[in-house]
């Protein structure tokens, strides 16, 4: 009995934070180590690999322990997520509050053990999630920071293995920020009504359904032309260009499932589609350095 609490609890935890949904940005931070090393001559070490998947880890765990902390009242009046875990009472306030101290010391602990210029920028990615949670309170470009809070994921990986910034890097996390954006819009869809009546700030509550599936178009095409200038400072090759098709070829597809008047397709576009998004662009990046 001693052993199933326990692990009741953290399976609460994870599933609190949708743990699976890792898989999203993951990607690109090791995305961001693959190409440190193609600039560097030489790939990362197994160990600094390791010290990645952890900051990424203990940073995005806290970030969505912060979001589900401070949205809890608004999720609680919100019908679709009144049943998220800390409304329903299934995970405490005090419990929420030490899941994300412990993540953000495992953060800033796999920080450290990279270099000190991540550890000293790792607070100004928690303020981003503090930011970012409050966003919706008071700015329809809520969709934009979680984009640049996903954004960190490749450049952290780059900054820790090179110590400065470069345009290779800084467009593929632009790329990123403008397919979180992208995509966040489509997530924030299915709570148009509820923002609306609860005087809560979209991209879809200011343009409206149409125009805000528009503009997830417009943000999914930057990011195919920002990842198309990567190779203009590294050697990548035919295979790199291939992945880009390929994803091109998904992102069309998702924006397929997700039109105006009808959202019945929206959570295979939001979670099936980016998973296989990210995976893709990344696989086809690590082929074509490895070849």
Not at 43 to 61: D, F, H, K
């Amino acid at each position: 009995m001693s052993t199933i609490a326990p692990m009741t609890k953290i399976r609460d935890l994870l599933e609190m934070i949708k743990f699976s949904h890792t898989v999203f940005a993951f990607p690109f931070a090791l995305m961001g180590a693959l190409l440190a090393g193609l600039a560097n001559g030489a790939q990362p070490t197994w160990v600094q690999i390791g010290w990645i998947c952890l900051a990424m880890v203990g940073a995005r765990s806290a970030a969505m322990g912060l979001n589900r902390l401070l949205d809890a009242r608004i999720d609680a009046q919100n019908p679709r997520t009144a049943s998220r875990h800390i409304p329903a009472g299934k995970v405490s306030v005090a419990e929420g509050w030490l899941f994300v101290v412990v993540s953000t010391a495992l953060l800033l602990l796999a920080a450290w053990m990279l270099n000190p210029l991540c550890f000293y920028l790792a607070p100004v990615a928690l303020g981003l999630f503090v930011l970012y949670a409050y966003c919706k309170r008071f700015t329809s470009l809520a969709h934009v920071v979680l984009g640049i809070c996903l954004a960190g994921a490749p450049i952290g990986a780059w900054i820790a293995l090179r110590g400065d910034l470069q345009w290779p890097i800084l467009a593929l996390g632009l790329a990123v920020l403008f397919w979180v954006a992208g995509f966040d819009i489509f997530y924030a869809l299915q709570d148009l009504d509820f923002d609306r009546s609860a005087g809560l700030h979209s991209i879809p509550v200011k343009l409206g359904e149409k125009n805000a599936i528009l503009l997830a178009k417009v943000f999914h095409g930057v990011m195919v032309a920002l990842l198309l200038t990567l190779p203009l400072g590294l050697p990548l090759g035919w295979l790199y260009y291939a992945g880009i098709a390929v994803i091109s070829g998904l992102i069309a597809y998702e924006h397929q499932l997700v039109k105006p008047g009808d959202l019945s397709k929206l959570d295979a576009a939001f979670f099936n589609m980016n998973g296989y998004i990210s995976v893709t662009i990344f696989l086809f990046t690590l082929v074509d350095v490895l070849i």
